[in-house]
C-alpha cells in the first residue's frame, strides 16, 4: 500500500495539447484533499517557455509541484500515427524509463483528454498485487487481442488513458523496451496503436480498475453496453458518479460540435485556467 501525502501524476503533451493539459492538472487540483501533495510531471514534446510558465503559475497556486521531462522524440518517430493518435501518445509507454533517475516508485499516467470530478487519493494507494498496472477495461469491446492472435489466459483489453504503473516492476522486466519493439516490428497490425502495443504485451498482468476512474465516451453517452451483468451495473454506476471523465474519441469537448454529456464541466474547469478559450474552436 502507498501512502497517500504525495501522488505522482504524469502526462505527455505538445504546445496544441497545453490548454487541456491545464484543465486536467486545474481538476486534479481542486478535487485532491488540501494536505495531498501532487507531483505533476509533463512529458514535454516542444512545449513553448510561455506556456510553461502559465503552467507552472497555476500549479504553484496549489501544494503542488511540476517538472518537465525533456526527452529524444526521434525514438518514436517511425511509429504508426493517426489524425487523432500522434507520436505523442507513445510516450507513455516509456514512462519507467523517464522517471528512472527519481526514487519514484509509482505513477499514475492520465491523457490529456480528462477531468477529475471525484479525488484522485481513491486510486492512488490500489494494492496492485502481483500486477503491474491499473486501468479499465475498454468500453469499445473490440476484441483485439484476438485481433493480433495474442495468446492469452483473458481477451479483457485495457484503455490506457488511465494507468496506476509499478515503475519497479515495469523497469525490472523491460516492458518498455518490450513494448517499444512490438510497435515497432508489427505496425500493419496496430488499430490502436500504442494501446494495442501495450496490450499485446501486458495482457493477464493488469488490475481491473472500476469504469468510473476512466469514463470513456461509449459509456457516459450509453452507446455501448457491456457483456456481463455487473459490468452493466457498473457502467450505470460510472455515468452516474464518474470520477474521471475521459473525452475519448474524435470529437472533443472544446468542439462546438461535441454533444458530449460532460461538456459542460470540461468548459467550466478550463475557464478558470491561463489559457482562454477561443470562439469557434475546431
Same mark, same amino acid.
Given at each position: 500500500?502507498?501512502?497517500?501525502?504525495?501522488?505522482?501524476?504524469?502526462?505527455?503533451?505538445?504546445?496544441?495539447?497545453?490548454?487541456?493539459?491545464?484543465?486536467?492538472?486545474?481538476?486534479?487540483?481542486?478535487?485532491?484533499?488540501?494536505?495531498?501533495?501532487?507531483?505533476? *510531471?509533463?512529458?514535454? @514534446?516542444? =512545449? &513553448? !517557455?510561455?506556456?510553461? $510558465?502559465?503552467?507552472?503559475?497555476?500549479?504553484?497556486?496549489?501544494?503542488?509541484?511540476?517538472?518537465?521531462?525533456?526527452?529524444?522524440?526521434?525514438?518514436?518517430?517511425?511509429?504508426?500515427?493517426?489524425?487523432?493518435?500522434?507520436?505523442?501518445?507513445?510516450?507513455?509507454?516509456?514512462?519507467?524509463?523517464?522517471?528512472?533517475?527519481?526514487?519514484?516508485?509509482?505513477?499514475? *499516467?492520465?491523457?490529456? @483528454?480528462? =477531468? &477529475? !470530478?471525484?479525488?484522485? $487519493?481513491?486510486?492512488?494507494?490500489?494494492?496492485?498485487?502481483?500486477?503491474?498496472?491499473?486501468?479499465?477495461?475498454?468500453?469499445?469491446?473490440?476484441?483485439?487481442?484476438?485481433?493480433?492472435?495474442?495468446?492469452?489466459?483473458?481477451?479483457?483489453?485495457?484503455?490506457?488513458?488511465?494507468?496506476?504503473?509499478?515503475?519497479?516492476?515495469?523497469?525490472?522486466?523491460?516492458?518498455?523496451?518490450?513494448?517499444?519493439?512490438?510497435?515497432?516490428?508489427?505496425?500493419? $497490425?496496430?488499430?490502436?496503436?500504442?494501446?494495442?502495443?501495450?496490450?499485446?504485451?501486458?495482457?493477464?498482468?493488469?488490475?481491473?480498475?472500476?469504469?468510473?476512474?476512466?469514463?470513456?465516451?461509449?459509456?457516459?453517452?450509453?452507446?455501448?453496453?457491456?457483456?456481463?451483468?455487473?459490468?452493466?451495473?457498473?457502467?450505470?454506476?460510472?455515468?452516474?458518479?464518474?470520477?474521471?471523465?475521459?473525452?475519448?474519441?474524435?470529437?472533443?469537448?472544446?468542439?462546438? $460540435?461535441?454533444?458530449?454529456?460532460?461538456?459542460?464541466?470540461?468548459?467550466?474547469?478550463?475557464?478558470?485556467?491561463?489559457?482562454?478559450?477561443?470562439?469557434?474552436?475546431?
Amino acid at each position: 500500500m502507498f501512502e497517500e501525502s504525495e501522488i505522482t501524476i504524469i502526462s505527455a503533451a505538445n504546445e496544441e495539447f497545453v490548454p487541456h493539459l491545464a484543465t486536467l492538472f486545474l481538476s486534479l487540483l481542486q478535487t485532491k484533499k488540501s494536505e495531498t501533495i501532487l507531483n505533476f *510531471y509533463v512529458i514535454d @514534446d516542444h =512545449i &513553448a !517557455l510561455n506556456s510553461k $510558465e502559465k503552467l507552472n503559475r497555476m500549479v504553484n497556486e496549489y501544494n503542488a509541484t511540476i517538472s518537465y521531462l525533456q526527452i529524444d522524440t526521434l525514438e518514436f518517430d517511425e511509429m504508426v500515427e493517426s489524425d487523432r493518435i500522434t507520436t505523442t501518445a507513445y510516450f507513455r509507454i516509456a514512462i519507467p524509463i523517464f522517471l528512472e533517475s527519481t526514487a519514484i516508485q509509482r505513477a499514475i *499516467y492520465l491523457d490529456c @483528454d480528462i =477531468i &477529475a !470530478l471525484q479525488q484522485i $487519493e481513491d486510486i492512488w494507494s490500489i494494492d496492485l498485487g502481483d500486477k503491474l498496472l491499473a486501468a479499465v477495461e475498454d468500453a469499445g469491446f473490440h476484441q483485439r487481442l484476438e485481433a493480433m492472435e495474442i495468446d492469452t489466459k483473458s481477451d479483457t483489453y485495457f484503455n490506457s488513458g488511465v494507468m496506476i504503473i509499478d515503475l519497479d516492476k515495469w523497469r525490472n522486466e523491460k516492458i518498455s523496451e518490450q513494448v517499444l519493439a512490438f510497435a515497432s516490428e508489427n505496425q500493419d $497490425e496496430l488499430m490502436f496503436h500504442d494501446q494495442d502495443a501495450l496490450n499485446a504485451i501486458l495482457h493477464d498482468r493488469w488490475l481491473i480498475l472500476h469504469p468510473k476512474w476512466n469514463a470513456q465516451a461509449y459509456i457516459l453517452s450509453n452507446e455501448k453496453d457491456s457483456p456481463t451483468e455487473i459490468g452493466q451495473i457498473e457502467y450505470t454506476e460510472a455515468r452516474n458518479e464518474p470520477a474521471l471523465v475521459h473525452y475519448s474519441g474524435h470529437v472533443k469537448p472544446w468542439h462546438t $460540435e461535441s454533444d458530449h454529456p460532460f461538456k459542460e464541466q470540461y468548459l467550466t474547469i478550463r475557464k478558470q485556467t491561463p489559457f482562454a478559450i477561443e470562439e469557434n474552436i475546431d
